[in-house]
């Protein structure tokens, strides 16, 4: 475990102020804004926190609300709404400056046996075949107009060993490209058992973590944007849906497969699922965001 990730983990050790009340810090990302991904991650620690480690979450449904601050903290609050005999629902607001940025439901459940069937895993290259960031940023430094782009890149996956299939974005800015995008990620390192967040729910709150990183890419592909990076379109996360199917590990590989159906409006729509690498289907990821062209 290298110390980013060391301290993405203490990020998401959400501190206990209240009963059904915590409280986050956030750290610097690639825009003056606190990182979608951090926020639903620890929503979604707050909400695991008041359920009993038998029942990991099964799905997640969020709206980002209003920019964060990274410079204040946030203050999650746990709505108890129901504990059935089978299943367990949470509703979490952050709030940061006496308003609310995000609102996230989640809902978790107690191990079952059922019918079963999955869509079978695409294919991919092997993710050690493939360029790590580190290797395939410093290639594209001239495509940003701010130099300490790719420095500000690397820092904010320093954590996350993130592997690009095929070209990002910004590798093929003005050339439209099929709308679909796969990227190979995991942790920078094991994650041993002793941690402050009981696993599944840490390898899920990673994922979740993760699952906000590049999901917005293929519709950036679809018209030949570079992305925020290179400040061809400016974008957000409106909402996020999550549907958890079976057990991983966010310390193994796993392919994020990713596709844009539409975009209009001043809006895109990102569908994503995330395979094991034996071919599991584990989740199931939707998102909608803002993309807009500056004027």
């Known amino acids: 475990m290298n110390d980013a990730l060391s301290s993405l983990l203490d990020l998401l050790a959400l501190e206990r102020i209240e009963e059904d009340i915590f409280r986050g810090q956030s750290r610097a990302s ?16 707050a909400a695991g926190r008041t359920v009993p480690a038998d029942r990991p979450p099964h799905s997640l449904h969020a709206y980002f609300l209003r920019p964060g601050d990274p410079g204040a903290p946030i203050v999650y609050t746990v709505d108890r709404i129901r504990d059935g005999r089978s299943f367990t629902t949470r509703r979490v607001v952050a ?4 308003q609310p940025i995000f609102h996230l439901s989640a809902s978790f459940q107690a191990d079952e046996e059922g019918l079963e069937h999955q869509e079978p895993m695409p294919p991919a290259p092997d993710p050690l075949e493939l360029p790590t960031a580190a290797e395939m940023l410093p290639r594209y430094a ?10 500000r890149l690397l820092e904010s996956r320093a954590a996350i060993d993130l592997r690009y299939v095929d070209e990002p974005p910004f590798g093929t800015v003005g050339e439209a490209r099929e709308p679909r995008s796969q990227v190979w990620f995991r942790t920078q390192g094991k994650l041993d058992g002793d941690t402050a967040i009981p696993r599944p ?11 906000d990183m590049t999901l917005l890419d293929s519709i950036l592909l679809a018209h030949g944007r570079g992305g925020w990076a290179v400040g061809d379109v400016v974008g957000a996360s409106l909402d996020h849906a999550m549907w958890f199917h079976r057990p991983l590990r966010a310390d193994d590989w796993l ?41």
């Open 201 to 211: 729910l840490l390898d899920i709150c990673l994922v979740t973590y993760v699952s």
């Open 95 to 98: 709030v940061q400056h006496g």
């Open 30 to 45: 690639l825009v003056p804004r606190v990182f979608g991904g951090q926020v639903a991650a620890q929503a979604l620690v």
């Open 255 to 295: 392919l994020y497969d990713q596709e844009s159906p539409t975009a209009q409006g001043g809006r895109g729509l990102g569908k994503g699922r995330i395979f094991t690498a034996d071919g599991q289907l584990a989740v199931s990821v939707i998102q909608e965001g803002v993309i807009r062209v500056p004027r």
């Open 142 to 151: 001239d495509r940003f107009t701010d130099p300490g782009v790719v420095d």
